[in-house]
């Protein structure tokens, strides 16, 4: 089971599961449920629901039920993380941890690691974060799962960046070759970290590829969560750029995001991005309404460095709208958070938003001692950037008050003293521009100095960086315009490739159903034709047309003797009023006539008339319609309807399932027809050697007159004894290549040979499906040589060998697989290896490869079985026959690997004996 898996592969489980019933689901609802745990959270925990009543029914082993109950668990606790119910959330990954521990599943006990990283980094225990994250690496390096080897190193990189990005600049190189494609799940993290060191470095415009690029992964890995968080950080950046349209429309769609998932966390974050971006366009009552939502929504995730940033942009907004004590108790709360984080970058960001609100509340002492530790941790973070704003703030400072003068001081004040320090950082970064208001600080600082010289050196210098800044704004925007553009593309294509993978999906599943219903109807078929009643008959066509088809009407008509009329034979008992019991063939109004009189099919998705006659429909309001002629070979035996209330009820799918019925119907009544009629037969001898009983003890004082009577009768019985055993026979002519004994075991033969010869197994059954078809054409052929006793003449026997042209006739058109791999082996069966055979005279390979198994399964069985016309050989004389004519009529291939399962083949002629 994936860490995380792809949509397409989700919609792969929904389509399996809905096929399934029972407790055959719990094959697929624990990775169904994993992989919707952020997808969504509701549909997840019916499914663990689901999952853990069957766990009570199904026959598994002990290690099994528990593997399973132990990743529902981390379901479970996952979705508690995400609705911030922490405490619940650890209890649940500790006992899957647990149980994942007994069973040795190291990939199972790295999993829960992770969601154990995930609940330190909401309570703020980094370290403890840090060590989760290792246990799984090592857990999965154990496993041997690189895949959820290379997420883990990611997720490490991604919070490194945060402390170290130049560090984690080049731990990314070395660990991801950027030249290699990585899976979506592992790609969202490496760039979500790349994103974070370009921030940090002042990359803007690759931040933003990269967190677009982890928005995208993430959500196709079903990462919902850090989706969100990508696109935030998108939009930070683009605001950083100055494109806050941009930064908005990015805000916006990762607040809807968080929105409809209603995790608080993720919701509190998009809310905060959002918040700074509205400061950042002046809108400042917005900003701090929905910081304060923000705040609200992670009310139990105040031990993240989220709340802190929230916390550190709320001051920022304070501070803007001159509130310095509100920002105070801001910058506060969130320097309590980052030390406990440990985020130095934070902390630094907090002291000086302190210093800054300390200094306007005119407490200089303590905004003096703030903005000193900040400087300092600035220095040891190496932040040109932060150290040019903490000097800022004492310039301020000391411009505001009267401060014991700043060691070194050298500068005619001491607000200069740390203007020009400013100013030499800032001359030592490469690529640093100017920002035109620390100029006209240093302007300002000098002429309050008494240096008009320098204050006016400054003051031009402050004019040219406002032109250069505006240029750089104008490059910003491109910039910016840019990566929207690009980002636009990136999205149109990822949503093509996303229609790609649905639509693949939608034909894997319509493959998968296709697949389903050849199954279902293989198995209905050996029912209906293994019956020899024909009110069975019936009832299985009724029992199954209704699971396979709309079925609102059904019926069966009959053709009467004589060939003018059909007669109903069956009418589905929830009809109300039924149609006539009897049809006239020549009726020009009757559909069922007509699909008669043209033994063709009739397919209607909507009635074809307002008021159709009673005989057609009955009192429903019938709509969709199809009729099926039920023939054997030229041979009428009736019609079949079908029927439905709705309109275009009945697709391509449906004609040709009610096509395959039809067939099978046909072949299943005319066996049931004939079984009748032998038993008649039978009956009627019976009877009249009664009748011979009664007249022997009647006439035995008539000697004379008795014997001539005993001759008649004699000839009478020899007659009917006759009639009998010819339609015996003609009955186990129609059961034997159909429905008998000799289909069944030639099919499992040829099923044996196709395994042994290493055919797909998909073959493999479709050969056992579709071999009992292969003498389907002698339905075309008369009862006079079909049934002759004898052998035939050289005439007759060519007229005989057109049963395989007949049977393929009669299956080629079916869009059915079974049925097109019937037509081919009719058609070939007969066709022998040094290309004597008929009918085409093909030689060798050219010959389908299912004819030359079912040439050597029919031709062995028909030698060893019991026929009208000869007695059935030794099974060591047809052994001897078979090999003796491998290479001329029998493939040698499919020769060696029948004798090399010889006990399955006397296993198989065992099981399905003659019956008496």
């Known amino acids: 089971m994936e860490l995380f898996a792809l949509d397409p592969e989700v919609i792969s489980l929904e389509t399996r599961l809905s096929t399934l019933h029972g407790t055959e689901r719990l094959s697929v609802i624990p990775a169904l449920a994993w992989h919707l745990r952020q997808r969504d959270c509701k549909r997840a925990l019916l499914l663990v629901n689901e999952a853990e009543d069957l766990l009570t029914q199904v026959d598994w082993d002990e290690g099994r ?85 290379q997420v883990v190193r990611a997720m490490q990189l991604n919070h490194a960046a945060w402390r170290d990005a130049l560090g984690t600049a080049a731990r990314l190189h070395h660990q991801f070759d950027s030249s290699l494609p990585l899976p979506a799940a592992a790609q969202a993290w490496v760039s979500s970290a790349s994103a974070l060191v370009a921030t ?63 995790w608080p966390g993720t919701l509190g974050g998009a809310q905060m991005q959002t918040g700074n971006v509205l400061r950042l366009l002046g809108r400042l009552p917005e900003a701090h309404a929905i910081l304060n939502d923000a705040l609200e929504s992670m009310r139990e995730l105040q031990g993240a460095s989220r709340y802190s940033l929230a916390l550190q942009y709320q001051g920022d907004v304070a501070l803007d709208m001159g509130e310095p004590a509100a920002a105070l108790d801001c910058f506060l709360q969130a320097e309590t958070i980052a030390a406990s984080l440990g985020e130095f970058f934070y902390l630094l960001r907090c002291w000086r938003g302190q210093a800054s609100a300390l200094g306007r509340l005119g407490e200089p002492e303590q905004a003096l001692s703030k903005i000193s530790s900040a400087l300092l941790r600035a220095r040891e973070l190496g932040s040109g950037d932060e150290q040019i704003k903490v000097l800022r703030v004492f310039a301020e400072l000391y411009l505001q008050y009267a401060l014991p003068a700043p060691a070194g001081q050298q500068a005619p004040s001491a607000s200069l003293h740390f203007l020009l320090q400013a100013l030499q950082i800032a001359n030592g970064i490469k690529g640093y521009i100017l920002p035109s208001e620390l100029l006209d600080e240093v302007a300002n600082a000098y002429a309050a100095a008494g240096d008009a010289a320098q204050a006016r050196h400054y003051g031009q210098a402050a004019a040219a960086a406002r032109d250069n800044k505006r240029l750089d704004d104008a490059r910003n925007r491109a910039m910016a315009m840019q990566v929207r553009q690009e980002s636009a593309l990136a999205r149109a294509e990822a ?7 649905q639509a693949e999906s939608q034909r894997a599943a319509q493959l ?31 029992r199954h047309l209704g699971q396979l088809l709309d079925t609102s009407s059904f019926f069966v008509y009959l053709l009467e003797p004589g060939g003018h009329a059909l007669k109903a034979a069956f009418i589905n008992q929830a009809r109300h009023h039924f149609p006539s019991p009897l049809i006239a063939l020549h009726d020009p109004q ?27 429909m009955g009192p429903l309001d019938t709509q969709s319609m199809m009729f099926s002629p039920l023939l054997i070979g030229e041979r009428l035996l009736g019609v079949m309807s079908v029927q439905s209330v709705d309109s275009h009820a009945y697709g391509e799918r449906e004609q040709s399932i009610f096509r395959t019925l039809a067939a099978y119907a046909a072949i299943a009544l005319d066996n049931a027809g004939a079984y009748a009629a032998a038993e008649t037969a039978r009956q009627q001898a019976n009877a009249a050697l009664e009748a011979l009983n009664e007249a022997r003890a009647k006439l035995a004082d008539r000697a004379e007159w008795l014997a001539e009577e005993v001759r008649k009768a004699t000839n009478q019985i020899v007659q009917r004894e006759r009639e009998t055993v010819i339609r015996l026979s003609k009955a186990a002519e129609y059961r034997d290549p159909e429905t008998g004994a000799h289909i069944l075991r030639m099919a499992h033969y040829s099923e044996l040979i196709a395994r042994g010869l290493g055919l797909p197994v998909a073959d493999q059954e479709l050969l056992l499906e579709a071999a009992p078809m292969h003498d389907i054409g002698k339905v075309g052929i008369t009862d006079s040589i079909l049934l002759k006793p004898g052998r035939l003449t050289p005439e007759e026997f060519e007229v005989m060998k057109l049963h395989a042209s007949y049977g393929y006739e009669i299956l080629k058109d079916s869009s059915s697989l079974v049925l097109q791999a019937g037509a081919a082996i009719a058609l070939g069966h007969h066709e022998k290896y040094d290309g004597t055979g008929y009918p085409q005279g093909l030689k060798g390979e050219a010959i389908p490869i299912f004819s030359r198994i079912v040439a050597v399964a029919d031709v062995f069985d028909a030698l ?51 019956e008496d």
């Open 65 to 149: 039920c528990q593997a399973c109950h132990a990743r529902l668990l981390l379901v479970l606790g996952e979705v508690a993380w995400l609705f911030a119910q922490l405490d619940a959330s650890e209890q649940y990954a500790e006992a899957a941890v647990e149980n994942f521990a007994q069973l040795g599943d190291r990939i199972g006990c790295g999993d829960g690691q992770i969601l154990r990283a995930s609940l330190c980094t909401e309570r703020g225990d980094s370290p403890g974060r840090d060590a989760c994250l290792k246990q799984a690496q090592d857990d999965f390096r154990a496993a041997g799962d690189n895949a959820r080897l």
């Open 200 to 262: 940090f470095t002042g990359e803007l415009g690759q931040a933003i590829k990269h967190f677009l690029q982890a928005h995208h992964c993430a959500l196709e890995s079903g990462q919902i969560r850090h989706a969100v968080f990508s696109a935030s950080n998108a939009a930070d950046n683009f605001a950083s750029l100055g494109d806050l349209d941009a930064a908005l429309e990015w805000d916006e769609l990762a607040l809807a995001q968080a929105q409809t998932s209603g």
């Open 495 to 501: 949503e093509y490739h996303h229609r790609l993978a």
């Open 512 to 542: 998968q159903e296709a697949s389903a219903t050849l199954e279902t109807l293989g198995r209905v078929g050996r029912e209906i034709t293994g019956s020899l009643n024909t009110d069975a008959v019936f009832a299985a066509l009724y």
């Open 590 to 616: 009757s559909l069922t006539a007509r699909c008669a009189r043209e033994r063709c099919e009739l397919f209607f998705p909507q009635s074809p008339r307002n008021n159709p006659p009673e005989h057609l």
């Open 864 to 914: 060893t079985s019991e026929r009208p016309y000869k007695k059935a050989w030794a099974l060591e004389a047809a052994a001897a026959h078979i090999k003796a004519h491998a290479g001329s009529h029998f493939d040698p291939a499919c020769v060696q690997v029948f004798f090399e399962h010889w006990d399955e083949v006397l296993d198989i002629r065992q099981r399905f004996q003659d």
